[in-house]
């Protein structure tokens, strides 16, 4: 059972433009939504991170927009880079527990200079 | 201050063998999480450990198991290898379970041949 569903797999975006990436849940227990960063050869890296109590949440040029009714968040990225190039991850977890982190597929996003 | 390190980064080994790979969490965090990645995938949760016990386990099959050391270092070993088991396995610790940020090592890529 995938309980996590990202969209889309991959994503091209000019210089400048706005990233935009997906994810639906489906368990209601969870509490906790972090999005990932992960370069080749690199381990998972914390972008931002999310609690239901807000709808939105602001870092730099990354915002996460949260949906508790339609139990939906998104990312995104404004002004997107070509060092913003990665594949990107969205997870959920249940109790705050940053450990046991359930992840979507994934997005490779390339940014184009 | 140094992040998580894993060893080894690259493992060959053939099917039926056992592997043991390791984790050392950052400083004084108490929590290490395994995972595995399958290429083109996001991250499996596996284990999570927190003061030396079992917090979670994932779906995965007996063959896997791990273990935490009294100074939160941690090993994941696997049994009677198949060749599904190829991927990338990453560790990230914690400073607990909740609500403090998980991070993520640059994970060991197993290749079973």
């Known amino acids: 059972q995938q309980q996590v569903k990202q969209s889309p797999q991959s994503l091209i975006v000019q210089k400048g433009g706005i990233s935009i990436i997906n994810c639906a849940y489906e368990?209601?227990?969870?509490?906790?939504f972090p999005w990932y960063q992960q370069f080749p050869g690199k381990g998972p890296a914390l972008l931002i991170a999310?609690?239901?109590?807000?709808s939105e949440k602001k870092e730099g040029r990354f915002t996460i927009s949260f949906n508790k009714s339609a139990k939906q968040f998104s990312l995104h990225i404004m002004d997107s880079q070509p060092g913003d190039s990665a594949t990107y991850f969205c997870?959920?977890?249940?109790?705050?527990?940053?450990?046991?982190?359930?992840f979507g597929q994934g997005t490779t996003l390339q940014v184009k200079p | 201050d140094a992040g998580v390190t894993q060893s080894p980064t690259h493992l060959i080994k053939t099917r039926g063998q056992h592997v043991t790979l390791r984790c050392s969490p950052i400083?004084?965090?108490?929590?290490v999480s395994w995972y595995q990645q399958v290429l083109g995938q996001g991250p499996q949760f596996i284990f999570q450990?927190?003061?030396?016990?079992?917090?979670g386990r994932g779906n995965f099959p007996d063959r896997f198991s791990a273990r935490q050391f009294p100074n939160y270092s941690s090993e994941l070993n696997v049994n009677a290898l198949l060749l599904g088991d190829s991927a990338l396995y990453l560790c990230?610790?914690?400073?607990?379970?909740?609500?403090?940020?998980?991070?993520f090592g640059q994970g060991t890529r197993l290749t079973v041949v």
């Open positions: 990230a610790s914690s400073a607990q379970t909740g609500d403090t940020e998980a991070f």
């Open positions: 368990n209601t227990a969870f509490d906790y």
């Open positions: 999310i609690r239901p109590d807000v």
């Open positions: 997870a959920a977890s249940k109790g705050s527990n940053t450990g046991k982190l359930i």
């Open positions: 400083s004084g965090h108490k929590s």
């Open positions: 450990y927190y003061e030396k016990e079992e917090r």
